[in-house]
Nanobody, 114 residues
Framework: QVQLVESGGGLVQAGGSLRLSCEVSGTIFRRTAMGWYRQAPGKQRELVAGITGGGISSYADSVKGRFTISRDNAKDTISLEMNSLKPEDTAVYYC????????WGQGTQVTVSS
């Protein structure tokens, strides 16, 4: 069973930056496409960034140019560098498999104040 532990969220002013991390266990990590998702209050969870096992990344239009996803296959971790944060980025952020998300971790809260 895949286990996911997210960290790094917090409160930041608009225009600021945060870096999220996710520790992954229970899968052949280096072969697995991973993703960062977010869920804002009253909204559906959405995929904001994905990365293949080989490091090819993709982004939702809403975060393109501001967020950067990366992975460390030696440490079984993925990260999300978030810059130029906007109030609309406020959400709980989760990591999971990009293509077949399973059980969700606890997520990490990101709050961007205006």
């Amino acid at each position: 069973q895949v286990q996911l532990v997210e960290s790094g969220g917090g409160l930041v002013q608009a225009g600021g930056s945060l870096r999220l991390s996710c520790e992954v266990s229970g899968t052949i990590f280096r072969r697995t496409a991973m993703g960062w998702y977010r869920q804002a209050p009253g909204k559906q969870r959405e995929l904001v960034a994905g990365i293949t096992g080989g490091g090819i990344s993709s982004y939702a239009d809403s975060v393109k140019g501001r967020f950067t996803i990366s992975r460390d296959n030696a440490k079984d971790t993925i990260s999300l560098e978030m810059n130029s944060l906007k109030p609309e980025d406020t959400a709980v952020y989760y990591c999971n498999l990009r293509d077949y998300p399973g059980a969700w971790g606890q997520g990490t809260q990101v709050t961007v104040s205006s």
